[in-house]
């Protein structure tokens, strides 16, 4: 009954599953039917995680933007990098949005989309962006004010190279620092972007004086580019060498390197002259947040009062293109007049090297070595390249991720260990050193005998330095005695000259009879020491009676002779 029962109910379960299936099979059809929604697209951008170290940029897909209303999309083939990018990876920048953030604040691409209320521009153009931040991904929304049409003959690398650059030079030169013609000027790190840049600019205006700072191999790129006088920086006192060549100074100072540099800077105007700060980059060495840097920094940055301006005629300004917002009527018209120059041929930006958005990293240390000239680009249509044999790559690769902290407490441990066994080894190893070894082995193993041979080496070297003592002590003695008979010898010449001059004869033949008759004067007797040492042995005294000079032994013969003469004077 029981295996019928259960057939009876196979069957049934069986026969619903049947009626059932008809009704699943239409819903499925109908889901397969109705059409997916689209992937909403993404674009890769450079991302920064936090602030830190080259590790904390990363390459990862984001939500491509949709242009909103006054705003164009653009499609990026080249983005510039500033140094201030690197302030900000650091955590030194104020106007950056805490992390994580996409930097980037210029570009060049081509228009792939216009927002609405947007006219002027066309798809398909190429054009230059210029953002507080935001560039460094494949596809950027940027408002229509802050696009502009690149000329036909500029390249996408150029075009991402100039806004930031070229705009900070032009209003520190021409806005604040009034440059006119037979002016002379300081450019800091004069083969970087804005070196570059202010050096070009600087040279649209007649009879202009250019000093640039740079390394030694880079002089020869700075002069080319219109630096009249290059100063290596890390081998001369930029100072000294600019009062040497221009003994009242400079016209205008352009510092981006702040504390000690800027108060030299101010030390080297000439009356009527301005020092314009753009800049900190004092405070960046390596690749992380240098603390002390920062502060030796800050505490040599100069303090002037508006009194002492008064008395020297000298002004300072300071300078930053992403603190001018709401400005850009102003920028506009510096950056079409810069384009002009670009198209007359008057400036030309250089591209010192192009990076993948993979090489990010790299890109960055090559700024921050002080290894470029002109521009450092991004690319994100540029395929990573492996580097070559020699070059320098990121202390912190990309994605690199941080052991977890019982990982790296294990690993201490595990190395606290490997430590003390070696430490162990050397300990047993100078313990069983071969001179013991030998001594064990003819001993055959005995204690009593090591013992005594360590008995018999510390007396050895007692008995050693016994008699080094004794031979310095003998040396010293000798040396007096030297001394004294030098002394014996002239006190007794002495005598002499004085005997004969009283009782000289005055015939002449008496005196040359009285010359052959007097005996020979030998050298005085030397003193005979005696040096009481208990603890001197037969042999030590010995050696001290070889130590005497041959030279020195008839000195008692010549004391004799001296005293025969004196009684016959007499």
């Not at 020699?390 to 977890?404: E, L, N, Q, R």
């Not at 050696?543 to 013969?557: F, H, L, S």
Request: with cysteine; aromatic share 4%; charged share 30%.
């Amino acid at each position: 009954m029981a295996e019928g029962g259960d057939a009876a109910t196979v069957a049934h379960e069986a026969g619903n599953a049947v009626q059932e299936t008809p009704k699943a099979e239409p819903e499925k059809a109908a889901a397969a039917a109705e059409p997916a929604e689209p992937a909403e697209p993404t674009v890769r951008t450079i991302v920064l995680t936090g602030h830190g170290g080259y590790d904390k940029l990363s390459v990862q897909q984001k939500p491509q933007p949709k242009a909103g209303k006054g705003e164009v999309l653009v499609r990026v083939k080249a983005a510039g990098l500033n140094f201030s990018e690197l302030m900000v990876r650091q955590g030194l920048h104020d106007r950056m949005a805490k992390p994580p953030v996409v930097l980037g604040m210029e570009a060049a691409g081509v228009v792939e989309e216009l927002g609405e209320d947007v006219s002027g521009l066309e798809v398909g153009q190429n054009v230059i962006c210029l953002a507080q931040t935001g560039m460094w991904r494949e596809v950027v929304a940027v408002p229509a004010t802050n696009v502009f049409l690149m000329p036909e003959e500029m390249s996408y690398e150029e075009g991402a190279a100039i806004p930031l650059s070229y705009l900070t030079a032009y209003f520190m030169l021409f806005d604040f620092g009034n440059l006119r013609p037979g002016k002379s000027l300081l450019v800091h790190i004069a083969a970087g972007g804005v070196g570059w840049a202010a050096t070009q600019l600087a040279k649209t205006v007649d009879n202009v004086t250019v000093f640039g700072t740079a390394s030694a191999s880079k002089h020869d790129a700075i002069k080319e580019n219109g630096v009249d006088h290059p100063i290596d920086y890390r081998t001369r006192d930029y100072s000294e060498e600019i009062k040497n060549i221009s003994p009242k100074g400079v016209d205008v100072v352009l510092d981006p390197l702040g504390g000690a540099d800027t108060s030299k800077g101010l030390q080297l105007l000439r009356p009527m002259g301005k020092i314009i700060t753009y800049g900190s980059a004092n405070m960046v060495k390596g690749e992380n947040r240098n603390l002390m840097k920062m502060a030796k920094t800050l505490w040599q940055s100069t303090s002037v009062s508006p009194v002492s301006l008064v008395k020297t005629n000298k002004a300072i300004a300071g300078f930053q293109l992403a603190h001018l917002t709401g400005e850009i009527d102003l920028v506009r018209s510096a950056f079409q007049d810069i384009l002009n120059m670009y198209k007359d041929g008057k400036i030309k930006p250089r591209i010192d090297s192009v990076w993948a958005f993979e090489q990010v990293a790299e890109a960055m240390q090559q700024m921050n070595e002080r290894r470029n000239i002109g521009k450092v680009i991004l690319s994100p249509e540029k395929e990573p390249t492996k580097p070559a044999e020699g070059d320098a790559v990121p202390t912190s690769p990309i994605k690199k991720k941080k052991p977890s902290l019982f990982r790296r407490l294990s690993k201490r441990a595990s190395r606290s260990k490997d430590e003390g066994e070696k430490k162990d080894e050397v300990k047993n190893a100078k313990k069983e050193s071969p001179i013991k070894k030998l001594r064990a082995r003819l001993s055959g193993g005995d204690p009593t005998i090591e013992d005594s041979a360590k008995t018999v080496d510390g007396k050895v070297g007692e008995a050693e330095k016994a008699a080094e003592d004794s031979a310095k002590k003998i040396e010293d003695n000798v040396g007096e005695a030297k001394e004294k008979v030098e002394d014996a010898k002239k006190q007794a010449e002495e005598k002499v000259e004085e005997a004969v001059k009283e009782e000289a004869p005055t015939e002449p033949a008496a005196q040359e009879e009285k010359k052959e008759e007097a005996p020979a004067v030998e050298e005085p007797e030397k003193t005979q020491v005696t040096i009481e040492n208990p603890a001197e042995t037969d042999d030590a005294k010995a050696a001290a009676a070889d130590i005497v000079p041959a030279d020195d032994k008839p000195v008692e013969n010549e004391e004799k002779g001296a005293g025969d003469a004196s009684q016959e004077a007499e």
